[in-house]
């Protein structure tokens, strides 16, 4: 086979870029090539010239935990939900707590030693901390790593009220009580940056803990947990993720630390619609195949219906399946990092990490997040690319299925669920959850 492969000539990039010309009579590859909102130029084709100098992957496992998204307002109820998903075959459970809970009662009959599961939590309900503390700290019977995460990200909860809780340094501390680090860096893409940008202010966040823990004296080999949210942009969100590993081992390096880093995804609200809602459940589908081929730990596919109706069996059924499918049908689960050698999303990953890291640089040298939100710089970056994104549907260069193209005259619409964030808070403008289809 080796022989029969030897007998083949090569083909150049000037050789295609020629064949090009020829055949589409006179037409340069210059302009074939198109421009995304990260400022990145996307080729008309690749080849092995692009390749990278080093072959490794990036990370080396394969499976995630299939997760399912439980929002406690009653203990017993959201104990119920719980239960059931993991009757469906969930192997984590994603909570979002925003008061003073009965801990016992939300975890009846779950074993949390045994799955995946985050604690997405406000200063509210800052004593599930404690009531997690042996849970925290022990590392998962299976696979020897963290597994339990209670997050309070005190600079996401800054970035949605608006405000410190009690003050910056005050709020920084609880992450002294954490064995882990915890990073929201979901924020950035559903209030409409692009990637780059939330490439960049994923990375700082993480810098301002760093240099808070390591000014505390209390910085050891802890694990990073970051979510993120994956938009529709299939190729380049596979490499967000994937740049997101080497910015984030970038980054240790200067601290001479190697912490493990835990990438919890989930599908993102921004481009979701309450019109012809089942569009849904394709746009959710390949947002999570860019995610788990990007290299995610964990992912929520976040029900279909979210926007505009309470938890159901059905939405959350549906949402769990099309996990079951990418594993068990589409063996999405069986090989590491499966992008690796793929010339175009090699090269991707590498232009989104150097201009992220660049952008980076910019934050840091203007004092890091924490400064440029209060300044609201960083508010109004994110502003800019949403506004970006949005004229590319309105120009239609892009288009949502059912919103602005292929509409349903007749449908009657539901009821959209009620925002909780402010536009503006006291200290800085909060970053509030954008819509497309309320923009548009």
């Not at 009757?87 to 779950?110: P, R």
């Not at 790593?145 to 997050?151: A, D, G, I, P, T």
């Not at 590319?392 to 892009?398: D, H």
Request: net charge negative.
């Amino acid at each position: 086979m080796e022989k029969l492969f030897s007998e083949f000539k090569g083909v150049t990039n000037q050789e295609w870029k020629d064949q090009i010309f020829k055949d589409l009579k006179g037409v340069s590859f210059e302009s074939l090539v198109s421009k995304t909102a990260n400022g990145i130029d996307v080729n008309p084709f690749y080849t092995g010239e692009n390749k990278p100098k080093t072959k490794e992957a990036l990370f080396n496992t394969s499976d995630w935990d299939i997760c399912e998204h439980i929002e406690v307002n009653d203990e017993k109820k959201a104990n119920q939900q719980a239960l059931q998903a993991l009757a469906k075959g969930v192997s984590g459970l994603v909570f979002y707590v925003h008061k003073k809970i009965n801990t016992a009662l939300l975890l009846k009959d779950i074993s949390l030693e045994h799955i995946y599961s985050q604690f997405c939590i406000s200063n509210d309900a800052v004593h599930i901390i404690n009531d997690l503390k042996t849970v925290s700290e022990k590392k998962n019977s299976f696979d020897g790593k963290l597994k339990c995460f209670v997050n309070l990200d005190p600079i996401s909860l800054f970035t949605n009220y608006g405000e410190w809780h009690q003050s910056q340094e005050k709020d920084l501390d609880v992450l002294r009580q954490l064995v882990h680090i915890p990073v929201n860096a979901s924020a950035y893409q559903e209030a409409g940056a692009n990637q780059v940008n939330e490439l960049a202010f994923a990375l700082a966040h993480c810098n301002e803990y760093f240099n808070y823990l390591s000014n505390q004296k209390v910085l050891a080999t802890k694990t990073v947990h970051v979510t993120f949210s994956v938009g529709g942009d299939f190729f380049t969100e596979i490499a967000k993720l994937r740049a997101f590993r080497k910015l984030c081992n970038l980054l240790q390096q200067s601290y001479s630390n190697n912490f493990e880093l835990h990438i919890h995804a989930q599908t993102s609200q921004l481009n979701k619609s309450e019109k012809d809602a089942y569009t849904n459940f394709l746009r959710s589908t390949t947002e999570a195949m860019s995610a788990v081929i990007g290299g995610a730990n964990s992912l929520t596919i976040i029900p279909y219906d979210y926007l505009f109706s309470e938890p159901n069996e059905f939405s959350s059924r549906m949402a769990i399946n099309q996990q079951h499918i990418l594993k068990d049908e589409s063996y999405l689960n069986k090989v590491a990092d499966l992008s690796a050698g793929s010339y175009y999303i090699e090269e991707l990953t590498d232009l989104l990490a150097e201009k992220a890291w660049n952008k980076f640089k910019d934050i840091e040298s203007t004092g890091g997040l924490i400064t440029n939100l209060i300044n609201n710089s960083i508010q109004d970056c994110i502003a800019e690319d949403f506004k970006i994104l949005l004229e590319s549907y309105q120009l239609n260069k892009s288009v949502l299925l059912g919103v602005t193209k292929y509409q349903n005259a007749i449908e009657k619409l539901p009821i959209l669920k009620k925002r909780t964030a402010a536009e503006k808070g006291k200290d800085i403008n909060c970053l509030v959850p954008q819509r497309l289809t309320e923009a548009l």
